[in-house]
């Protein structure tokens, strides 16, 4: 009887447990959609409220995390977004979302060094089946750094590399060639811009750019 009870009473608080933490996973997913919500229109404060509570509802949540990251950022609460980054770094060193985040931080902080480090950890990390235009933007991005802060013979490696998977359409193409001119290879560029008048015959950006070259 008494080992009867003791069962009975084991699976009673067992269900409550799990009804309590699905109440918890349930709760935390409507903060999270309303912290986007907030960040994506500019409701910076509201969201780091909701974010914040949403990751204390359920702590296993990494986009919650990650979002409250950006969240304090746009708050150029640079520091504390950098603590909750480095924590989801130290648990998963090969995300790249996680090193993609740390690399726009520290972008706002004008240190190119560390932002280039973590762009390519980004980009060397383990990517999804099927994030190719994902890892596309991300080389984009370090391409764009590296050559705003004079620094050709890195992007030129970065935008070979962009190059090999590239769409062959116009706009690929041209985009590659305008690159490849901030770069300062004109002749890599004009191959780039010829491949897209192919494409598109009498494309204008094309033909100006082929010019510039």
């Known amino acids: 009887m008494l080992a009867g009870i003791t069962v009975a009473m084991f699976l009673l608080t067992r269900f409550v447990a799990e009804g309590d933490a699905a109440l918890r996973r349930a709760d935390a997913a409507r903060l999270y959609a309303d912290g986007l919500r907030d960040l994506d229109?500019?409701?910076?404060?509201?969201?780091?409220?909701?974010?914040g509570r949403a990751t204390a509802r359920n702590p296993q949540a990494e986009p919650a995390w990650l979002a409250l990251a950006r969240?304090?950022?746009?708050?150029?609460?640079e520091a504390a977004a950098g603590r909750v980054l480095m924590r989801l770094r130290d648990a998963?060193?090969?995300?790249?979302?996680?090193?993609?985040e740390l690399a726009r931080l520290e972008v706002?902080?004008?240190?190119?060094?560390?932002?280039?480090?973590?762009?390519?950890?980004?980009?060397?990390?383990l990517w999804r089946q099927g994030q190719a235009v994902e890892r596309g933007r991300v080389r984009r991005e370090l391409i764009r750094l590296l050559l705003d802060h004079q620094q050709p013979d890195r992007a030129m490696s970065e935008v070979l590399v962009l190059g090999v998977d590239l769409p062959a359409d116009a706009a690929s193409r041209n985009e590659l060639g305008h690159l490849f001119l901030r770069a300062g290879s004109p002749s890599r560029a004009r191959e780039q811009f010829a491949r897209a008048l192919e494409a598109s015959p009498g494309d204008p950006d094309a033909l100006a750019g082929a010019g510039e070259a």
Do not use: K
Not at 71 to 77: K, P
Not at 108 to 125: C, G
């Open 71 to 77: 969240a304090l950022a746009e708050g150029r609460q």
């Open 41 to 51: 229109e500019g409701r910076v404060e509201d969201a780091v409220t909701a974010l």
């Open 92 to 100: 998963s060193p090969e995300d790249p979302d996680v090193n993609l």
């Open 108 to 125: 706002r902080r004008d240190d190119v060094a560390s932002a280039v480090r973590f762009y390519q950890s980004a980009l060397t990390a």
